[in-house]
């Protein structure tokens, strides 16, 4: 049974989210504060957490940057629904994807749902080597991958649009087909999830020798991992 945490001090909200989720399937633990959520986050024993980005002793956004610091379990994070700064933060701070309050049970078990698609965790997938794209390696199976080689620590979003821009080395790939490959969702209007996350990766990979980012952007059409 997958493990999932709910980090929100909303009592009745995680009850409810936790009934419905368990009865869908997964096994959920719940903390009301960020300080014991970040403990549980942190043992290793979750396949995902959900995390409110306001906490009654410390910021949601705190407690995933601390998160980010010692593992890469994937972090949906619950926002104020409208609030792009809340939602922008979450994701720059290093959260998969994020899901506006208030929602319902069901589109919170989809994007969980989603989430796990993508990171491979409930289906495990043949490795046959290392896609190579340049200086860039990515083992899927292992979910790792190198940049000229030194290991390169990606959240697990960044990873899956890392891989898909490298599987089309050289082309264009459109933003609403990186979110379906990254995010297991289509993009919505106004969504700047995938240019927040790119943003994250070209900070990782650093510029070229003339300055341009090895992640291009192309007007109207997507982005593109550019052959030197």
Request: hydrophobic share 40%.
């Amino acid at each position: 049974m997958t493990k999932i945490l709910i980090i929100d001090d909303d009592v009745e909200l995680t009850g409810l989210f936790k009934d419905y989720l368990e009865r869908d399937g997964f096994a959920v633990d719940v903390a009301h504060y960020g300080e014991a959520g970040l403990r549980l986050a942190l043992s290793g024993d979750y396949r995902l957490a959900i995390l409110d980005i306001m906490l009654p002793d410390i910021k949601g956004t705190e407690v995933l940057t601390r998160i980010r610091m010692e593992s890469r379990i994937p972090v949906l994070m619950f926002t104020a629904r409208g609030d792009d700064v809340d939602r922008i933060i979450g994701l720059e701070s290093g959260a998969d994807d994020y899901v506006p309050k208030p929602c319902t049970p069901r589109e919170l078990a989809a994007r969980i749902r989603a989430i796990l698609r993508r990171t491979r965790s409930e289906v495990a997938i043949a490795d046959n080597g290392p896609i190579i794209a340049g200086p860039l390696k990515i083992w899927g199976e292992k979910r790792k991958a190198s940049w000229f080689g030194h290991d390169l620590e990606l959240t697990s979003t960044e990873f899956n649009l890392l891989e898909t821009l490298a599987m089309h080395f050289g082309r264009i790939v459109s933003k609403n087909e990186l979110s379906e490959k990254a995010l297991g969702r289509p993009l919505a209007r106004f969504d700047r999830s995938i240019d927040v996350h790119m943003s994250s990766i070209r900070q990782k990979l650093g510029c070229q020798s003339d300055g341009r980012s090895y992640i291009q952007t192309v007007r109207g059409q997507g982005y593109q991992l550019v052959k030197e």
